[in-house]
Nanobody
Framework: QVQLVESGGGLVQPGGSLRLSCAAS????????MGWYRQVPGKQRELVAL???????NYADSVKGRFTIARDNAKNTVYLQMNSLKPEDTAVYYC???????????WGQGTQVTVSS
């Protein structure tokens, strides 16, 4: 079965950086658009960044210029490099996989990112 396993979350000070990783298995990775969503308690999940199977990228306005999504098809892994982190970036971050350029078909279990001094 498909598994998406996130890692790399944690506590970081404002202005700091983190890199999230998502290792995929049980799927033909190169065929999927891969994304990162985040959720704060009491709010809806929001799309943070997306990389299509062709390598095109899309970002939420709130993270443009600070976050970078990248995929490594040889390693079945997608990354989210997060720089200049702000307290409002605090959330649980979820990795997603989408086969048909619509809503995600698969979700990871999530990893907590906390930005605080």
């Amino acid at each position: 079965q498909v598994q998406l396993v996130e890692s790399g979350g944690g506590l970081v000070q404002p202005g700091g950086s983190l890199r999230l990783s998502c290792a995929a298995s049980g799927m033909t990775f190169r065929l999927y658009a891969m994304g990162w969503y985040r959720q704060v308690p009491g709010k809806q999940r929001e799309l943070v960044a997306l990389v299509t199977r062709r390598g095109s990228t899309n970002y939420a306005d709130s993270v443009k210029g600070r976050f970078t999504i990248a995929r490594d098809n040889a390693k079945n892994t997608v990354y989210l490099q997060m720089n200049s982190l702000k307290p409002e970036d605090t959330a649980v971050y979820y990795c997603t996989a989408d086969l048909a350029d619509g809503d995600p078909d698969y979700w990871g279990q999530g990893t907590q990112v906390t930005v605080s001094s």
